[in-house]
Structure formats: C-alpha cells, structure tokens
C-alpha cells in the first residue's frame, strides 16, 4: 500500500513538474504586442501551488533575455501585469467568474482543469 501511495505521489510530482516547464517556456511560443518592449515577464499562480518549488527554480533563468517575476495572486482582480496567470484545479468552482475577471486584462490564461479551453480560457494543459 505504502509503495502504491509513493509511486502516486512521486508520478503527481513529476506531471506537475513537466507542466512547470511547459508552463515556463510558453512565453517563448506566444507572440504577444502589447507585451514588446517590457523589460520583466510576470508569470502569475492563482489558487494553490501545484508546481511545489519547480516553477520558483525555473523563474531563475531568464526568457528571452527578460528576467522573470513569479507572482501568487490572491484573486483574479490581481493579475492586472501578469502576462501569464496559470489558473490551480483549486479554482475550479469559480472558474467562470475568474475567466470574466481575468478577460479585462491582457493576460494568457493557462490550467490543467478539465474543460479549460472549452470554459474560455487559452491554453489547457
């Protein structure tokens, strides 16, 4: 039962982990012009942190030569200079209310809930 239950946590662990770094080096795959010129990339968690500690390793490094800023934002009415907002399956009874929110701002919306896409947001893991 023990190994069952580490195996899960440690296969968790490394999905989170792959998705940390997709999540990370989206900004280099999406164009964005009201984002050229910005001299920081502000990559935003809402809700629970899911990655652990890997997306803090990975803000680290630069993208595309802009050093990254990594923001947990409290609510959806914070993400006014995320760029990028990585929306936690914690949030997902109100994902509704946090898509309108999120759509006033210039901002990619990124999460692993089920039907992302579909609900309005960009990017679906």
């Not at 490394?14 to 940390?20: N, R, S």
């Not at 999540?23 to 809402?46: K, M, N, S």
């Not at 929110?101 to 679906?124: C, K, N, P, W, Y």
Request: glycine share 10%.
């Amino acid at each position: 039962m023990f190994i069952s239950q580490a195996w899960a946590q440690g296969a968790g662990m490394f999905e989170y982990a792959v998705k940390a770094a997709l999540f990370f080096r989206l900004p280099q795959f999406v164009y964005r012009p009201d984002a050229v010129g910005d001299p920081v990339v502000e990559i935003c968690l809402l809700g629970g942190n899911p990655f652990g500690s890997a997306l803090e390793k990975l803000a680290q490094s630069p993208i595309g030569g802009r050093p990254v800023k990594l923001l947990k934002l409290a609510s959806a009415a914070d993400a006014a200079d995320c760029d990028f907002v990585f929306v936690a399956r914690s949030e997902s009874a109100g994902l509704d209310g946090i898509l309108r929110r999120l759509a006033a701002h210039s901002v990619v919306t990124v999460s692993d809930i089920e039907g992302f896409a579909q609900a309005g947001g960009m990017v679906e893991f």
